[in-house]
């Protein structure tokens, strides 16, 4: 449905046919033109995406039906970013009989582009990212949980439910020596740039930090989470790492940077309510300044590390937010949901650039080591893969025909 012809020239607005209003999307509501007395009918808020459904002309202003049944005139919504829908470029089945549980992409031996998979069915799969062929297995006994990769080691660290963390040779795809220390199941593990420093958490919401070259525990942090550790990681230079847990705590670890135990203490800054509901994911930038947290609450949220605060609430998602991610440049954050969709954020704008769809539940999301590419995995057991940050478009998409500045305000009414 284009804009009525004598609203786009009273704003200025260009009448190019390939200027369209998206008959079907996503835009952000605003109460700029929404009079005051329909304000309080909506259940929607300032900056929230909804869905258009139908556009319709009526006189001269055009109404958009959103999802349950609301119509509002286009006037009350912000199209400026209006992000179409993308599909999967490629997807493959991941062979396990369970859920995906962990999931990373890397390269390994030969081969450049892989995705490793993780599932409580105990087994770890070697997926070729071009066809989706298994290249390799490995069965480690107990159930595996969440996995983490350092390049500069050539090393895959998983965390294991019979209480250890299992460290792999990433190129061989073999297991090396396990690292105990935990006495109940493994739910984290995270690594350093280097491959130094390893963190792990478990249910009992235990936090150790590992020398890897010694395989030696070097700090046990103290349980302050009342919950299970569901999520963990750390900062390239292995000094921060962050941890969340079911029971809305998240914390921010500063680890001293000597191989001593005895070097310093660690200390934690806990985040206060950080959601309204379970907190299910967190990473941290390269850097440690930011940290990225998920959670049932459907929202993503940014805050500083060395203080706690908030930076940005990121809206967007419909249903409960399972996983998120920094991409390797810092720039953007990657989130995959309940609502059948991952999107793409800007870290320096605090807005959604790009939405990636499927037909189920993604579980679990991450970012190639170039940024190029971006895998998830869906609850039906396949791998789905989309193009990741590849053009300016992507990062910053162009955005569609702006609503009128004019319009009739006697008319904005909701029905």
């Known amino acids: 449905a284009k804009l009525p012809g004598t609203a786009a020239k009273a704003a200025g607005l260009s009448m190019e046919p390939t200027k369209q209003i998206p008959s079907r999307g996503r835009a952000l509501f605003s109460f700029s033109t929404a009079p005051r007395e329909g304000r309080a009918a909506l259940s929607l808020h300032l900056g929230q995406e909804v869905d258009i459904l139908e556009t319709e002309e009526r006189g001269s202003l055009m109404w958009c039906r959103l999802s349950g049944g609301l119509r509002v005139p286009l006037t009350f919504l912000d199209i400026t970013r209006f992000i179409p829908e993308e599909t999967p470029v490629h997807l493959f089945q991941s062979g396990h009989v369970r859920p995906v549980e962990g999931m990373v992409c890397t390269s390994s031996g030969s081969h450049d582009a892989v995705v490793v998979t993780a599932s409580s069915d105990s087994t770890l799969r070697l997926h070729n990212r071009a066809d989706g062929s298994t290249l390799c297995s490995l069965y480690l006994s107990g159930g595996v949980s969440r996995v983490a990769v350092c390049e500069a080691a050539r090393l895959l660290a998983v965390a294991c439910l019979n209480g250890m963390v299992q460290l792999v040779d990433l190129d061989k795809f073999t297991k090396t020596v396990p690292l105990h220390g935990h006495t109940v199941a493994v739910q984290s593990v995270g690594f350093d740039r280097a491959g130094r420093r390893l963190v792990s958490a478990d249910q009992s919401g235990e936090v150790i930090v590992w020398d890897v070259t010694r395989r030696a525990v070097l700090h046990r942090l103290a349980e302050r989470h009342s919950h ?105 954050v990657l989130s995959c949901a309940v609502d059948k969709s991952l999107r793409v954020w800007s870290v320096a704008e605090r807005l959604c650039v790009r939405r990636l769809i499927y037909s189920t539940t993604l579980l679990r999301c991450c970012w190639s080591r170039d940024g190029r590419s971006i895998a998830a995995a869906g609850s039906d057991g396949w791998v789905v893969l989309w193009r990741g940050m590849e053009s300016e478009s992507d990062r910053r998409p162009e955005p569609c025909l702006a609503p009128p500045t004019t319009e009739n305000k006697e008319s904005n009414t909701l029905v």
């Open 228 to 332: 299970a550790v569901v999520a963990i990681a750390m900062s390239a230079n292995g000094q921060v790492a962050v941890s969340v847990s079911p029971d809305n705590t998240l914390l921010v670890w500063s680890l001293p940077p000597g191989d001593n135990p005895n070097d310093g203490d660690c200390t934690g800054l806990q985040v206060q309510a950080p959601h309204s509901a379970w907190v299910t994911a967190c990473d941290l930038s390269s850097d440690g300044a930011l940290v990225v947290s998920s959670s049932w609450d459907h929202r993503v949220r940014l805050w500083h590390s060395s203080s706690g605060e908030a930076v940005a609430t990121l809206l967007g998602h419909s249903h409960w937010v399972l996983d998120c991610c920094f991409s390797p440049d810092d720039q953007f």
